[in-house]
């Protein structure tokens, strides 16, 4: 069975920093190559912050542009999303997902794995 297992989420102050790590168990890709972070805060809808394709290419929200990093380590089956300079807003819980396709995985959440989530709060 496939599991996705995010952690490091925690509580920070504005400016600081966290490593959210989203661990695979079971076999996922091939076919689910493209993973992502997603968000969802309190009352808001779910968000994408960022993606990766099995060749490593990237997308960025732009309100995390030049803030987060997304990477991920096939060899240890796990993706990684770095998050610099943390803003309140940027309080949510996080969700790690699995596609077929960057497009599926935007587009077609239904069809995606997800991860439980991890908190992240950021105090000003």
């Known amino acids: 069975q496939v599991r996705l297992v995010e952690s490091g989420g925690g509580s920070v102050e504005a400016g600081g920093s966290l490593r959210l790590t989203c661990v695979v168990s079971?076999?996922?890709?091939?076919?689910?190559?493209?993973l992502g972070w997603f968000r969802q805060a309190p009352g808001k809808d779910r968000e994408e912050v960022a993606a990766?394709?099995?060749?490593?290419?990237?997308t960025y929200a732009d309100s995390v542009k030049d803030r987060f990093t997304i990477t991920r380590d096939n060899a240890q089956l796990s993706l990684y999303l770095q998050m610099n300079d943390l803003k309140p807003n940027d309080s949510a819980q996080y969700y790690c997902a699995a596609a077929r396709s960057q497009w599926l995985l935007i587009n077609r959440p239904d069809t995606n794995i997800w991860g439980q989530g991890t908190q992240v709060t950021v105090s000003s």
């Open positions: 990766i394709d099995g060749d490593g290419a990237t």
């Open positions: 079971g076999r996922i890709y091939p076919p689910y190559n493209s």
